[in-house]
Nanobody
Framework: QVQLLESGGGLVQAGGSLRLSCVAS????????MGWFRQAPGKEREFVAAMSGGSPYYADSVKGRFTISRDDARNTVYLQMNSLKPEDTAVYYC???????????????????WGQGTQVTVSS
């Protein structure tokens, strides 16, 4: 069993930055694929970014603004979010699956474990 705990969400003005953290505990292994998803009110949970096979992947909507990184010594994955927009407002979730590389890193179905989410609100 794996537990994931996100933190770092909050209220920020448009153009600002936030850094989300996701700490993993339990039966974890280094270099497992990790993903970030988000869900806005009334919308489906959508892919934001992933680290799969050691490479980062991003949704087109966040490419160039968000950066995913990981510190395996701390069992932590980060999402640095810059140039935030009101449309980035959502609950952000991290997720993991016990494989090094997932070809379907963009799909919710690829992940076995999820955190409880952290709220990000961007005001205009």
């Amino acid at each position: 069993q794996v537990q994931l705990l996100e933190s770092g969400g909050g209220l920020v003005q448009a153009g600002g930055s936030l850094r989300l953290s996701c700490v993993a505990s339990g039966r974890i292994f280094s270099m497992h694929a990790m993903g970030w998803f988000r869900q806005a009110p009334g919308k489906e949970r959508e892919f934001v970014a992933a680290m799969s096979g050691g490479s980062p992947y991003y949704a087109d909507s966040v490419k160039g603004r968000f950066t995913i990184s990981r510190d395996d010594a701390r069992n932590t994955v980060y999402l640095q979010m810059n140039s935030l927009k009101p449309e980035d407002t959502a609950v952000y979730y991290c997720a993991t699956t016990p494989v090094y590389y997932s070809a379907t890193y963009y799909s919710r179905a690829a992940y076995d474990y999820w955190g409880q989410g952290t709220q990000v609100t961007v005001s205009s």
